[in-house]
């Protein structure tokens, strides 16, 4: 609990510097394709429809979309934040509501009426003649003509334990929520860097595949020309012809495995499908073991990915930074300790209550016009307080059955724990492997494709000098194919892993930093 204290002090003091720092600082780093798209799904519904053209073709000249752009869009705009952030909307009212229960209620009332005509009551006469014969009766006007009544009520709870304990369990429900929005944003962000990632690596196999065809197709047409020339015969020809026709369906599910993945990045972002635009990245390009991006493409995915520290040998203190840090985990600790103030509420049934009540009460009758309330003759007032001590006996067994029901939630929660950390431990350990896996083959990753390129080269000399074949060609191109492949997945399952290691580590860029805003 120290370490979680410590940390969150720390947050805390994040947050803080953020906000003095500015906002409008950080935005000045998004350029205007974020602005654009922040803006299409801020503005109401209507707005987003008359104005959808005009904001397409904005888009369509706009630079590329960032990994920064991407995840503060998410931030704002995803389905499931939105819904954390009500849920923390909704835990603020719950702590005004849980102050009810001990703050006095206040009540007036005034009530007039008017007696068009005055009731009438039959009695004996022989009220008012004792020589009437019995059973006459004899009519008899009550009231007057205007009626006046009216009064205040105080009443005040003194004691009532489970209204006490309601007001800590509602403070500390607001903390549940707040944490189940920091763990829902730390999941969104992670969400959106995987489908981010998924996006270049679709991109990277259908470049990938292009140049696979391109370089194919150039080899077809100098075939044809050496086979005219007599240097090879038609056969040769016909290899290429088939490796062509082999790759081209290749080529086409490239294409559809794009646009699904742009599909699954829209998602996450909460953005409209039919919100053109592209992403900015090469995996081609990307050196996993620099500090610092090869190239200018590659400067935003670096930046992300330069965030969160991760070390090569492990660590013993990574487990108690993902218990300090982790949202799950928070989220069933404070869970833990509401639950435990529920049990603390459920036992205070079996106490009694005490509460005190006030009425102050006026009432007027008068003849005639009527006057508000009368005047002071026709006008009376009376005052009471009472106190009110009320202990159950017995009701049944619901309140053993209650709490034990909430004791047996808390060893569920406990269990729920235990199952957690075990989880987390298990994430830590499988992204380290991944990333020591994909740092340990970089080098060996990027050897191959260097001598690949340099094969490929050597082989079309040869083959342009006539000393050469077409198979060697044929060869040469498939082992470049397969280490660019390779190089490329290598660069993917790394930043993939480094954005799974960063969430179990419960250290996710931009989630303490920054706090999400609702877009409604």
């Known amino acids: 609990m120290k370490n979680i204290q410590k940390n969150t002090t720390r947050n805390a003091k994040v947050f803080m510097d953020y906000l003095t720092s500015g906002l409008g600082n950080r935005l000045q780093e998004m350029i205007a394709l974020t602005f654009i798209m922040v803006f299409l799904v801020t503005v109401p519904t209507k707005a987003q429809q008359i104005d959808t053209a005009s904001v397409k073709g904005a888009l369509s000249d706009a630079n590329k979309l960032q990994l920064t752009e991407a995840i503060h869009v998410a931030m ?213 073991a620099s500090q610092q991006a090869a190239n200018a493409v590659n400067n935003n995915l670096k930046k992300v990915d330069r965030m969160t520290p991760f070390q090569y040998t492990e660590k013993d203190n990574v487990m108690d930074l993902a218990t300090d840090l982790r949202g799950d985990i928070r989220v069933l600790e404070t869970q833990s300790d509401l639950k435990d103030r529920e049990i603390k509420a459920i036992k205070s049934r079996f106490l009694p209550t005490l509460t005190a009540n006030y009425n102050l009460n006026w009432s007027a009758a008068q003849a005639g016009n009527p006057v508000f309330f009368g005047s002071e003759d026709t006008r009376a007032r009376s005052q009471t307080i009472g106190v009110t001590f009320s202990l159950p006996i017995f009701q049944g067994f619901q309140r053993t059955a209650n709490l034990s029901i909430a004791q047996i939630e808390k060893k569920d929660i406990r269990e729920q724990q235990r199952a957690t950390e075990r989880a987390a431990k298990n994430e830590i350990q499988s992204a380290r492997e991944s990333l020591n896996q994909a740092l340990e083959t970089a080098p060996a990753r990027q050897k191959a494709l260097e001598l690949a390129q340099e094969g490929y080269e050597r082989a079309q000399a040869r083959l342009e000098n006539g000393v050469g074949s077409q198979l060697d060609v044929t060869n040469a191109e498939l082992q470049l194919r397969e280490a660019e492949a390779n190089y490329a997945q290598m660069v993917f399952n790394y930043l993939s892993a480094k954005a799974q290691y960063d969430q179990a580590i419960g250290m996710v860029p931009y989630v303490d930093s920054e706090k999400p805003s609702l877009n409604e």
């Open 76 to 288: 704002a705009n995803n389905s499931d934040i939105k819904r954390s952030l009500f849920n923390l909307k909704d835990a603020d009212e719950q702590v005004q509501l849980a102050w009810s229960e001990v703050l006095p209620d206040i009540s007036a009332s005034a009530t007039y009426t008017r007696n068009l005509e005055i009731p009438v009551n039959f009695v004996p006469a022989q009220f008012f003649d004792p020589s009437a014969p019995a059973g006459e009766l004899v009519p008899l006007q009550f009231g007057t003509d205007n009626n006046w009544q009216g009064g205040l009520s105080v009443q005040q709870t003194i004691f009532r334990g489970e209204a006490i304990v309601g007001i800590n369990s509602s403070k500390l429900y607001k903390a549940a929520q707040a944490e189940n929005l920091r763990a829902t944003t730390q999941q969104i962000v992670t969400q959106t860097r995987l489908a981010y990632y998924n996006v270049l690596i679709a991109e990277e196999q259908l470049r990938l595949q292009e140049a696979t065809v391109e370089r194919l197709r150039k080899n077809l047409e100098e075939n044809r020309s050496r086979q005219k020339a007599g240097l090879i015969d038609e056969y040769a020809v016909m290899q290429v012809e088939v490796q062509l026709k082999n790759q081209e369906p290749q080529l086409a599910e490239a294409r559809f495995a794009v646009q699904k993945a742009y599909r699954e990045l829209k998602v996450v972002l909460g953005i409209p499908l039919d919100l053109e635009f592209s992403v900015q990245g090469s995996l081609g390009t990307f050196d996993v």
